[in-house]
């Protein structure tokens, strides 16, 4: 028996050791959660003006940012003179964050939905998302404007930017902003009863 204080060990397991003692790190992949942002109430909208409120959500972000490369909203105008107006009589659409930042846009409406391609990347956490318009002359006064989208299939190619996993954003049902009403104003014209028809002479003064 050695009488060698120092304990020796053999090559195997000095590595086991190493790659013990060797820091790890594991990447949760990420999820994304949309939902209606309550904070942007249902509320009247200007006919003719740009950047009118049509409908707003929260984006929960957890693990790692998200990276998404289509989005898909759908406009619900309802009217209330039958008329057929649908997403064409909304233009300029965005998506801005919370910050008033651009996201996405603008587009006009088509048919009833909108949809952006690009990169659009959620960061970890919170945000509010809101779409802005500006409701186009053929909306009458009353119609009213309810913005949708379904994320499980509306948003798409949603990757992880730390894992590199791709995700189905969530929830797999339709999710409905509130509603918006268009009110536009009129201009209306009418001949007082006073002065009275007559005749004017020419050269004559103070006559009303």
Do not use: C
């Given at each position: 028996?050695s009488?060698?204080p120092?304990?020796?060990?053999?090559?195997?397991?000095?590595?086991?050791?190493?790659?013990?003692?060797?820091p790890?790190?594991?990447?949760?992949?990420?999820t994304?959660?949309?939902?209606?942002?309550?904070?942007v109430?249902?509320?009247?909208?200007?006919?003719?003006?740009?950047?009118?409120?049509?409908?707003?959500?929260?984006?929960?972000?957890?693990?790692?940012?998200?990276?998404?490369?289509t989005?898909?909203?759908?406009?619900?105008?309802n009217?209330?003179?039958?008329?057929?107006?649908?997403?064409?009589?909304?233009?300029?659409?965005?998506?801005?964050?919370?910050?008033?930042?651009?996201v996405?846009?603008?587009?006009?409406?088509?048919?009833?939905?909108?949809?952006?391609?690009?990169?659009?990347?959620?960061?970890?956490?919170?945000?509010s998302?809101?779409?802005?318009?500006?409701?186009?002359?053929?909306?009458?006064?009353?119609?009213?404007?309810?913005?949708?989208?379904?994320?499980?299939?509306d948003?798409?190619t949603?990757?992880?930017?730390?894992?590199?996993?791709?995700i189905?954003p969530?929830?797999?049902?339709?999710?409905?902003?509130?509603?918006?009403?268009?009110?536009?104003?009129?201009?209306?014209?009418?001949?007082?009863?006073?002065?009275?028809?007559?005749?004017?002479?020419?050269?004559?003064?103070?006559?009303?």
């Open positions: 028996m009488n060698n120092l304990i020796r060990f053999s090559p195997l397991i000095l590595s086991f050791l190493a790659i013990a003692a060797t790890r790190v594991s990447t949760d992949i990420g994304l959660t949309v939902q209606k942002d309550p904070s109430f249902a509320q009247n909208i200007g006919v003719g003006f740009p950047d009118q409120p049509l409908g707003a959500f929260t984006v929960t972000v957890r693990h790692e940012p998200i990276l998404i490369r989005l898909t909203f759908t406009l619900n105008v009217n209330v003179n039958g008329d057929n107006d649908d997403g064409t009589a909304i233009d300029q659409i965005k998506l801005i964050d919370g910050n008033g930042q651009v996405a846009g603008p587009m006009d409406g088509s048919a009833q939905t909108i949809t952006f391609v690009g990169s659009f990347i959620f960061p970890q956490g919170t945000g998302y809101k779409l802005v318009g500006m409701p186009a002359a053929s909306l009458d006064s009353g119609d009213t404007v309810m913005v949708s989208t379904k994320p499980s299939t948003w798409l949603a990757l992880g930017t730390i894992s590199g996993e791709m189905i969530a929830p797999d049902t339709t999710v409905f902003s509130n509603t918006m009403t268009a009110k536009g104003g009129k201009l209306t014209i009418s001949v007082p009863p006073i002065p009275i028809p007559q005749t004017v002479l020419s050269g004559l003064q103070g006559f009303t």
